[in-house]
């Protein structure tokens, strides 16, 4: 029973594909597949970091409708927060660095476009 238990999963920051990231098997030491999950992790990131600011609530919702749309949208951020944690977890430096990249990269977009908004257009002279 104990060898059936045996777990080999390395507890310190380590590169290369050769990781198991949110599945058993996935990315299955393959460098393609390995890019895939960095590519999905960045994605998750960068949409976890857009949807925390959608404004999806107009003031003419019905207040229950408006209430329940944004607990959606809150349970959608906070499972692919989750989803993005167990990645790291998996202690693969380059899913560490692109969840970073994409929280960062996510918070500027939004963030930039949010100040283009709100700066008044220059008047024609």
Known sequence: MEDTMKMNMQMN??????????????????TGMYILALLFV???????EALSAWPVVKPSMNPIVAGITHASIYSVRICMGYLVMLAVMSFNAGIFIVAVAGHTFGYFILKASALALAKPAPSPA
């Open 42 to 48: 960045f994605v998750l990131a960068f949409a976890m």
């Open 13 to 30: 920051f380590h590169w290369g594909n050769e990781a198991t990231i949110l599945f058993k098997g996935w990315p299955n030491e393959s």
